[in-house]
Protein backbone atom coordinates (compact mmCIF):
# COMPACT_ATOMS: atom_id res chain seq x y z
CA UNK A 1 0.00 0.00 0.00
CA UNK A 2 0.91 3.53 -1.11
CA UNK A 3 0.32 6.75 0.60
CA UNK A 4 1.31 10.26 0.82
CA UNK A 5 2.52 12.92 3.94
CA UNK A 6 1.71 16.04 2.05
CA UNK A 7 -1.00 18.21 0.28
CA UNK A 8 -0.45 17.90 -3.51
CA UNK A 9 -2.19 19.60 -6.05
CA UNK A 10 -2.65 18.67 -10.40
CA UNK A 11 -5.04 20.36 -13.13
CA UNK A 12 -6.63 19.32 -15.95
CA UNK A 13 -8.35 21.04 -18.09
CA UNK A 14 -10.73 19.38 -21.23
CA UNK A 15 -13.30 20.99 -23.33
CA UNK A 16 -12.53 24.37 -21.33
CA UNK A 17 -14.29 22.73 -17.81
CA UNK A 18 -11.04 22.93 -15.27
CA UNK A 19 -10.58 20.21 -12.80
CA UNK A 20 -8.43 20.89 -9.97
CA UNK A 21 -7.18 17.71 -7.94
CA UNK A 22 -5.83 18.08 -4.46
CA UNK A 23 -4.20 14.38 -2.76
CA UNK A 24 -4.29 14.76 0.82
CA UNK A 25 -3.41 12.77 3.60
CA UNK A 26 -6.54 11.48 5.69
CA UNK A 27 -5.45 14.01 8.48
CA UNK A 28 -5.64 16.83 6.87
CA UNK A 29 -9.16 16.03 5.23
CA UNK A 30 -11.63 17.23 7.52
CA UNK A 31 -13.41 20.39 6.70
CA UNK A 32 -11.41 20.82 3.30
CA UNK A 33 -14.09 20.67 1.31
CA UNK A 34 -15.94 23.45 2.69
CA UNK A 35 -12.23 25.06 2.49
CA UNK A 36 -12.15 24.30 -1.43
CA UNK A 37 -15.72 25.89 -1.33
CA UNK A 38 -14.81 28.67 -0.01
CA UNK A 39 -11.30 29.49 -2.25
CA UNK A 40 -13.14 28.25 -5.34
CA UNK A 41 -16.60 30.29 -4.92
CA UNK A 42 -17.30 30.10 -8.87
CA UNK A 43 -16.65 26.32 -8.97
CA UNK A 44 -19.48 24.01 -9.78
CA UNK A 45 -18.41 20.60 -7.55
CA UNK A 46 -16.06 19.62 -4.78
CA UNK A 47 -15.64 15.76 -5.62
CA UNK A 48 -14.34 13.72 -3.41
CA UNK A 49 -12.88 10.10 -2.37
CA UNK A 50 -11.10 8.73 0.45
CA UNK A 51 -9.71 5.70 1.80
CA UNK A 52 -8.30 4.90 5.19
CA UNK A 53 -7.56 2.30 7.41
CA UNK A 54 -9.67 1.93 10.87
CA UNK A 55 -8.06 0.40 14.13
CA UNK A 56 -9.01 -2.81 13.14
CA UNK A 57 -6.74 -2.16 9.91
CA UNK A 58 -9.43 -2.77 7.81
CA UNK A 59 -10.48 0.14 4.65
CA UNK A 60 -12.68 2.21 4.66
CA UNK A 61 -14.06 4.36 1.31
CA UNK A 62 -15.84 6.71 1.15
CA UNK A 63 -16.64 9.11 -1.72
CA UNK A 64 -19.23 12.15 -2.99
CA UNK A 65 -20.31 13.43 -6.06
CA UNK A 66 -21.39 16.68 -4.83
CA UNK A 67 -23.73 16.77 -7.60
CA UNK A 68 -22.42 15.51 -10.73
CA UNK A 69 -24.64 12.55 -12.03
CA UNK A 70 -24.23 9.51 -9.59
CA UNK A 71 -21.79 7.23 -10.27
CA UNK A 72 -19.48 9.83 -12.56
CA UNK A 73 -17.00 11.59 -10.78
CA UNK A 74 -16.48 10.09 -7.34
CA UNK A 75 -16.44 6.30 -8.35
CA UNK A 76 -13.91 6.98 -11.49
CA UNK A 77 -11.35 8.86 -8.34
CA UNK A 78 -11.95 5.85 -5.61
CA UNK A 79 -11.18 3.39 -8.40
CA UNK A 80 -7.80 4.80 -9.08
CA UNK A 81 -7.25 5.26 -5.71
CA UNK A 82 -7.63 1.42 -5.49
CA UNK A 83 -5.76 0.79 -8.25
CA UNK A 84 -2.71 2.56 -7.29
CA UNK A 85 -2.99 0.50 -3.98
CA UNK A 86 -3.29 4.35 -2.08
CA UNK A 87 -4.41 4.29 1.94
CA UNK A 88 -4.64 7.19 4.64
CA UNK A 89 -5.49 9.50 1.53
CA UNK A 90 -8.26 11.89 -0.28
CA UNK A 91 -8.43 13.13 -3.36
CA UNK A 92 -10.61 16.29 -3.62
CA UNK A 93 -11.35 17.69 -7.23
CA UNK A 94 -12.72 20.89 -8.19
CA UNK A 95 -14.86 21.16 -11.39
CA UNK A 96 -14.97 24.91 -13.03
CA UNK A 97 -17.84 24.13 -15.83
CA UNK A 98 -16.13 25.30 -19.45
CA UNK A 99 -19.67 26.04 -21.10
CA UNK A 100 -19.54 22.31 -22.70
CA UNK A 101 -21.30 19.67 -21.33
CA UNK A 102 -19.10 16.53 -21.03
CA UNK A 103 -21.68 13.82 -20.87
CA UNK A 104 -20.91 10.41 -18.44
CA UNK A 105 -18.18 9.18 -20.26
CA UNK A 106 -16.30 12.46 -20.70
CA UNK A 107 -17.09 13.14 -17.00
CA UNK A 108 -15.43 9.77 -15.78
CA UNK A 109 -12.21 10.10 -18.26
CA UNK A 110 -11.99 13.63 -16.70
CA UNK A 111 -12.47 12.68 -12.86
CA UNK A 112 -9.92 9.53 -13.85
CA UNK A 113 -7.48 11.61 -15.81
CA UNK A 114 -7.57 14.74 -12.89
CA UNK A 115 -6.53 11.80 -9.99
CA UNK A 116 -4.55 10.55 -12.40
CA UNK A 117 -2.82 13.47 -12.68
CA UNK A 118 -2.10 14.11 -9.11
CA UNK A 119 -0.68 10.81 -7.72
CA UNK A 120 1.72 11.14 -10.77
CA UNK A 121 3.00 14.67 -9.53
CA UNK A 122 2.92 13.51 -5.94
CA UNK A 123 5.73 12.22 -3.69
CA UNK A 124 4.16 8.58 -2.93
CA UNK A 125 5.73 6.63 -0.11
CA UNK A 126 5.25 2.98 0.97
CA UNK A 127 2.56 3.21 3.74
CA UNK A 128 3.93 1.47 7.09
CA UNK A 129 1.70 0.94 10.17
CA UNK A 130 3.06 2.65 13.27
CA UNK A 131 2.78 0.99 16.83
CA UNK A 132 3.73 2.85 20.08
CA UNK A 133 6.35 1.75 22.59
CA UNK A 134 7.31 3.41 25.81
CA UNK A 135 10.20 3.04 28.01
CA UNK A 136 12.17 4.55 30.79
CA UNK A 137 16.02 4.88 30.78
CA UNK A 138 18.80 6.98 32.68
CA UNK A 139 19.65 10.46 31.99
CA UNK A 140 23.30 8.98 31.63
CA UNK A 141 22.30 6.77 28.55
CA UNK A 142 20.31 9.50 26.08
CA UNK A 143 22.99 10.15 23.84
CA UNK A 144 23.54 6.56 23.63
CA UNK A 145 19.89 5.52 22.91
CA UNK A 146 19.50 8.68 20.35
CA UNK A 147 22.42 7.10 18.45
CA UNK A 148 20.49 3.33 18.25
CA UNK A 149 17.05 4.73 17.59
CA UNK A 150 18.42 6.83 14.32
CA UNK A 151 20.55 3.59 13.58
CA UNK A 152 17.20 1.90 13.79
CA UNK A 153 15.38 4.44 11.54
CA UNK A 154 13.44 5.63 14.19
CA UNK A 155 12.93 9.73 14.07
CA UNK A 156 9.34 9.95 16.25
CA UNK A 157 10.85 9.67 19.93
CA UNK A 158 9.34 12.07 22.67
CA UNK A 159 11.63 12.21 26.02
CA UNK A 160 10.61 13.36 29.07
CA UNK A 161 12.70 14.08 32.12
CA UNK A 162 12.02 13.62 35.63
CA UNK A 163 13.47 11.30 37.81
CA UNK A 164 14.34 8.90 35.22
CA UNK A 165 13.95 9.69 31.14
CA UNK A 166 10.79 8.59 30.27
CA UNK A 167 10.35 7.70 26.29
CA UNK A 168 7.30 7.04 23.73
CA UNK A 169 8.49 6.26 20.42
CA UNK A 170 6.23 5.43 17.40
CA UNK A 171 7.81 3.12 13.84
CA UNK A 172 6.89 0.47 12.40
CA UNK A 173 7.13 -2.95 14.40
CA UNK A 174 10.06 -4.78 13.01
CA UNK A 175 12.48 -1.25 13.30
CA UNK A 176 10.86 -1.12 17.08
CA UNK A 177 12.02 -4.72 17.79
CA UNK A 178 15.22 -3.96 16.26
CA UNK A 179 15.50 -0.88 18.86
CA UNK A 180 14.82 -2.48 21.64
CA UNK A 181 17.29 -5.86 20.97
CA UNK A 182 20.25 -3.29 20.81
CA UNK A 183 19.15 -1.13 23.50
CA UNK A 184 19.26 -4.06 25.89
CA UNK A 185 19.97 -3.04 29.28
CA UNK A 186 19.52 1.14 28.52
CA UNK A 187 16.07 0.62 28.86
CA UNK A 188 13.12 -0.81 30.90
CA UNK A 189 10.25 -1.55 28.63
CA UNK A 190 6.47 -0.20 30.05
CA UNK A 191 4.83 -1.26 27.24
Not at 26 to 36: N, P, S, V
Request: hydrophobic residues 45%; aromatic residues 8%; positive net charge.
Amino acid sequence: MNTVLQQNRATVEIKQSKFIAYLVPIAAFGGLQEKLRAEHPKSRHVVYALRSLNTLDQIVENSSDDGEPKGSSAVPALNVLRGEEMINVAVLIVRYFGGTKLGIGGLVKAYTEATKKVISESYIIKYEKLHTRSFVSAYAAVQQIEYLLAQAGIAEAQKQFATAVSWQISAPQERIDAFVMSAGRLIRCSA
